[in-house]
């Protein structure tokens, strides 16, 4: 408003009071006098883990008050409550209500499996669950098991592993299991699973030669030659002629990293694997694939139960 200070020049004065009185229709709605009642909370909560979406649960508000005006919140409120309350929980507190989502999921369905390991502090230390539609499936596509970690890591840093599993006769032992360049994976398997023929994804290993060897001279003829080799070896005893050349060729017989995967060729080069059923896959794309999957439902600030739900 304007208001005049000295007698001559008016000047502006801003006033943050109202200046009217409130129209009584439209007061309730301001953000101090709208509330969420206990009530309405908990079915907010209840909904939210069945995975009604917030507009649904408003609406089923409205229908049930007879209308937007019989309510003291509005759409908003619900959104809000729900970033705020039921999604930024504490991780102790997700753990807690992970390990009671994933029992309640077993009284519902005893074939559901899950183990849940915990820290001192009770957060999540690791956990696996597999539903009874992935173990009757198990049964058919379990010749060859895909294994990923490349997903994107959560909130809380826990790595999400994804097993995919190929069909070829059906088997309740895998006879194939493909992963990353994993040492603790490679490591878990020969403890495991002593018998399984354990692959490691070649995409994954080939696309590193860039960065392992562009300190030499001539590195893009140096992977022209090791990518010839490692596909068009027609024997293990070519491959190992061929290895050998390649490395007197081009200096790299002292080159750690070429070294190890040497004596590895045994679980990533393709003349050594061929032979054994791998339902056409030499990488583990058949696991990333998933991701898609996952990222139409979920993002890394998701929480546990969102994710397995």
Known sequence: MLKNFTGTTPRLQVVLDHSHPCCPSKAEMLKQHRELSMSIRRTIENNKEAGIRPSKTYQSFVAAAGGHRELNFIEKDVRNYISRE?????????AKEFGKYLLRMKEKNQ???????????QSIKL????????????????DVISFDTTYNTNRYN???????????????TPKGFLTDQCASMKKAL???????IHRWCI???MKKIPSKLNGYKGHADIERE????????????????????????????????????????HIWVPIYLDHHFWAGMRSTQRSESMHSVF??????????IQFVK
């Open 158 to 172: 826990l790595v999400c592993g994804s097993f995919v599993g190929v069909n070829h006769h059906g088997r309740n």
């Open 226 to 265: 090791m990518s010839q080799i490692v596909f068009n070896s027609h024997s293990k005893d070519s491959f190992d002629r061929n290895w050998n050349d390649f490395l007197l060729n081009f200096g790299l017989l002292d080159n750690k990293w070429l070294s190890d995967l040497y004596e590895d060729r």
């Open 190 to 196: 020969e403890a495991c699973m002593p018998t399984i």
């Open 127 to 142: 956990t696996f669950w597999a539903d009874a539609r992935s173990r009757s499936a198990f049964e058919y596509f379990g």
């Open 295 to 304: 990222n139409k439902f979920i993002t890394r600030n998701s929480s546990l």
């Open 86 to 94: 039921v999604q930024n929980v504490s991780e102790q507190e997700n």
């Open 111 to 121: 074939n559901f499996f899950f183990e849940l390991e915990l820290e001192e502090d």
């Open 203 to 205: 995409w994954h290993i």
